[in-house]
């Protein structure tokens, strides 16, 4: 073993690797040192004995890297939102027709949630799929109200809070209707459905696993 080790090359293979030519002796100290240098751990005796009974097997100490906490992004405080009007719609975004195809794609909507709304279809069944469903694009009308002056009140939503909805009429106007003590009536296809807004302050992604009862009742 240390024959092979200490064994001199040849002259072709020297120029090849581009090495300089030692001698037997300045070969055995480098080894020597280049050994210590990676098994700083084991004394000379142990390496010296690890050179004359078996091959070497060189160790590699990597550095451990500390892992750094990840801080968590948090989304934008209601201020923040505020601040940078994140749900505000601009005056010249305030157009009806410019809303007009929303609410054509939320009646196609309504209609493959609704398997197709057909004229057999049980009412209570599509009742339950409204009271669920996404209603931004959906016209509709305040049809009772503890004040008078929201009743008549038509348009498409435009924007569903937790108490309010954001209606844009066909005058071009952006109205902000509350939800308590309003009676809001949606028709698609013939089927009218009445929306108790005290008992539907929720918004709108909280929906979907909550239970309506089919009925409800307003105090006006």
């Not at 004394?43 to 004995?49: H, M, P």
């Not at 060189?58 to 934008?76: N, P, V």
């Not at 902000?176 to 089927?191: A, M, R, T």
Request: aromatic content about 10%.
């Amino acid at each position: 073993m240390e024959g092979l080790l200490y064994s001199r090359l040849s002259g072709g293979a020297a120029g090849e690797l581009s090495a300089q030519l030692q001698g037997p002796e300045e070969a055995k100290a480098f080894v020597s040192a280049f050994l210590k240098r990676s098994m700083p751990k084991m004394k000379d005796e142990a390496i010296q004995d690890m050179l004359t009974r078996k091959a070497v097997v060189l160790e590699h100490y990597s550095k451990k890297k500390k892992k750094g906490k990840r801080k968590k992004r948090k989304g934008f405080t209601a201020k923040e939102r505020r601040e940078l009007r994140l749900f505000e719609i601009e005056p010249e975004q305030r157009r009806y027709a410019l809303f007009l195809p929303l609410h054509e794609l939320w009646k196609q909507y309504i209609r493959d949630l609704c398997y197709g709304l057909k004229p057999d279809a049980q009412p209570q069944m599509i009742q339950g799929k409204l009271l669920k469903a996404d209603l931004h694009g959906a016209i509709v009308t305040v049809t009772k109200s503890k004040c008078p002056s929201y009743v008549g009140i038509t348009g498409i939503i435009l924007q569903e809070m937790k108490h309010v909805f954001k209606i844009i009429t066909k005058e071009d106007k952006l109205k902000v209707v509350p939800k308590l003590n309003n009676v809001f009536s949606l028709e698609i296809d013939g089927f009218i459905s009445y929306i108790y807004g005290s008992k539907f302050q929720f918004r709108a992604s909280e929906r979907s696993a909550k239970k309506f009862k089919l009925k409800g009742t307003i105090d006006l």
